[in-house]
């Protein structure tokens, strides 16, 4: 007799109204959609992006509780909030063959443009599993990448930025032990992390580990 107290806990302590059903109906949390993602919580730097949602109904009586109302996500931006590029050792690297090098020489003699270019040392730190399944003919340098080697990368005309002199992704401005990325041209699913170890005229690496920038 008299009103009914939502109180779950009467559940346990097995005192409960006879209509405490019905007066005091179990509802569970509801939540909003996902909002769209932010940008990157800072430019020219590995870090998150945030998506939120807002709760449309607290739960009672014992209902499911709310689900997380904030997701992050890894988050990289190459351009400033200026609209300048971030500096060079954020870009992932384009690499490929060194096979294709002497070719390129040859055009950029021949046009006059050839310019001093430079070599890179990296340690590979790690290498997705999208390299070793490589079976097109021009993939299968792929398969000498392995993790722990130094491999050469070298940077030649027309890779060569004419302002910076660099090329995209060589590291240049990183920090001692920074990861860098890198991908190689022909297999999206072929790429990984490096790091530089330091700059050189010419490469010293044998003909399999060595590569170009892109």
Same mark, same amino acid.
């Given at each position: 007799?008299?009103? +009914?107290?939502?109180?779950?806990?009467?559940?346990?302590?097995?005192?409960?109204?006879?209509?405490?059903?019905?007066?005091?109906?179990?509802?569970?949390?509801?939540?909003? #959609?996902?909002?769209?993602?932010?940008?990157?919580?800072?430019?020219?730097?590995?870090?998150?992006?945030?998506?939120?949602?807002? /709760?449309? #109904?607290?739960? =009672?009586?014992?209902?499911?509780?709310?689900?997380?109302?904030?997701?992050?996500?890894?988050?990289?931006?190459?351009?400033?909030?200026?609209?300048?590029?971030?500096?060079?050792?954020? /870009?992932?690297?384009? /690499?490929?063959?060194?096979?294709?090098?002497?070719? =390129?020489?040859?055009?950029?003699?021949?046009?006059?443009?050839?310019?001093?270019?430079?070599?890179?040392?990296?340690?590979?730190?790690? /290498?997705?599993?999208?390299?070793?399944?490589?079976?097109?003919?021009?993939?299968?340098?792929?398969?000498?990448?392995?993790?722990?080697?130094?491999? +050469?990368?070298?940077?030649?005309?027309?890779?060569?930025?004419?302002?910076?002199?660099?090329?995209?992704?060589?590291?240049?401005?990183?920090?001692?032990?920074?990861?860098?990325?890198?991908?190689?041209?022909?297999?999206?699913?072929?790429?990984?992390?490096?790091?530089?170890? =330091?700059?050189?005229?010419?490469?010293? +690496?044998?003909?399999?580990?060595?590569?170009?920038?892109?």
């Amino acid at each position: 007799h008299g009103p +009914c107290y939502c109180d779950q806990a009467c559940a346990r302590t097995l005192d409960c109204c006879h209509d405490y059903a019905e007066a005091c109906p179990v509802i569970p949390c509801v939540v909003s #959609q996902w909002s769209v993602w932010s940008g990157c919580a800072e430019p020219c730097k590995t870090t998150y992006r945030v998506r939120r949602r807002h /709760i449309i #109904q607290e739960a =009672r009586n014992g209902g499911e509780a709310c689900p997380p109302l904030e997701e992050r996500a890894g988050c990289v931006e190459y351009w400033t909030q200026q609209g300048t590029e971030c500096k060079q050792s954020l /870009i992932p690297a384009l /690499i490929t063959t060194g096979g294709f090098g002497k070719a =390129r020489k040859k055009r950029a003699a021949a046009d006059g443009n050839e310019r001093a270019g430079y070599c890179v040392e990296f340690h590979l730190v790690a /290498i997705t599993p999208g390299c070793l399944h490589s079976h097109h003919s021009y993939t299968h340098w792929m398969q000498y990448l392995r993790e722990g080697h130094t491999v +050469c990368v070298e940077c030649q005309h027309p890779a060569l930025d004419s302002r910076s002199l660099h090329c995209y992704g060589d590291g240049s401005g990183s920090k001692k032990n920074q990861l860098l990325h890198w991908q190689a041209v022909g297999n999206p699913q072929c790429k990984g992390t490096w790091k530089r170890i =330091r700059q050189l005229d010419t490469c010293s +690496c044998p003909s399999v580990h060595s590569f170009l920038f892109i």
